[in-house]
């Protein structure tokens, strides 16, 4: 059986990689929206009027890296326990 400290260090080293990739995504969002404020155009009265395709667009690839980004994350470090529990059991002990 996989001990508790081993399950929760692989917790530990999951949120750490998932605030990597929530950081990675969000400067992408962020960046999509200041960008389409900044190259939006003129419209009625002189108010600038935001690119909606640039700020949709960075939104969207910015959610898909989180998602498939915490995703991975958490599919190979499930791996990596599970290849040291099984490595475990199946390797001979030594006398």
């Known amino acids: 059986m996989v001990t508790w ?17 929530i950081i ?14 900044i190259s939006g155009t003129y419209g009625l009265f002189g108010i600038r009027e935001p690119n909606w395709g640039i700020i949709l667009t960075a939104g969207i690839i910015g959610y898909i890296i989180i998602s498939l980004g915490t995703i991975a994350a958490l599919f190979k470090i499930l791996a990596e326990i599970t290849a040291e529990e099984v490595e475990k059991r199946v390797k001979p002990s030594v006398s």
Not at 6 to 15: E, I, K, P, Q, S
Not at 30 to 37: K, R
């Open 24 to 37: 990675i995504g969000a400067v992408i969002i962020i960046g999509g929206i200041y960008y389409g404020y």
């Open 5 to 21: 400290s081993r399950v929760f260090r692989g917790a530990l080293v999951y949120t750490l990689w998932s605030i990597i990739w």
